[in-house]
């Protein structure tokens, strides 16, 4: 959607289907990296060089998770450096947290996962640590995730409400909101 303009409506540019749906999107560079709501495929790259013309380049399935309904679906996204971190919907086996080497946009790579038992409703990722909003008892997760095949758990914080949700995550400077 073209919004150069702050002084007239926003008008769509190009468009494409990504089928069961859209959750999450981070852009960077020509491509757009989808959390998708699919367990057949739960990270879609398309290719936004042109953007009029949209193209889906891979859609990628996590093959080391499972679940039934709601389970295991592309839920959250953040893009660095060569690396998507995907969070999913809870799973029943294999891990929610994923980092997918993605510098080659047309081969995605799984490197590595980390369990959390419950869904993941975003990630940021600043130096080595990946920093998870979730409703998980713990609803802010941190991960040491400097060695991709195999992050580890760094930290968390459990605030004191127990009705409590992690939903999103934003830092500026040194202040994590959350």
Do not use: C, M
């Amino acid at each position: 959607i073209d919004v150069s303009n702050p002084n007239a409506l926003p008008r769509p540019i190009g468009e494409l289907d990504t089928g069961v749906g859209l959750k999450a999107i981070h852009v960077a560079g020509n491509y757009a990296y989808i959390a998708n709501r699919s367990i057949n495929g739960q990270l879609q790259i398309i290719d936004t060089a042109d953007p009029s013309n949209p193209s889906l380049l891979t859609t990628f399935k996590i093959t080391a998770v499972t679940g039934t309904g709601g389970q295991a679906l592309g839920n959250a996204i953040f893009y660095k450096g060569g690396h998507v971190y995907l969070g999913l919907t809870k799973t029943d086996t294999g891990p929610e947290f994923n980092i997918i080497d993605v510098s080659n946009p047309a081969a995605p790579d799984w490197k590595g996962g980390y369990s959390i038992g419950h869904d993941i409703n975003a990630i940021y990722v600043r130096d080595n640590l990946a920093y998870i909003a979730s409703p998980n008892d713990t609803e802010l997760i941190i991960l040491d995730i400097s060695t991709p095949t195999s992050p580890t758990l760094y930290g968390g914080i459990d605030l004191s409400d127990d009705s409590a949700n992690g939903k999103s995550i934003a830092i500026v400077g040194n202040t994590l909101y959350l």
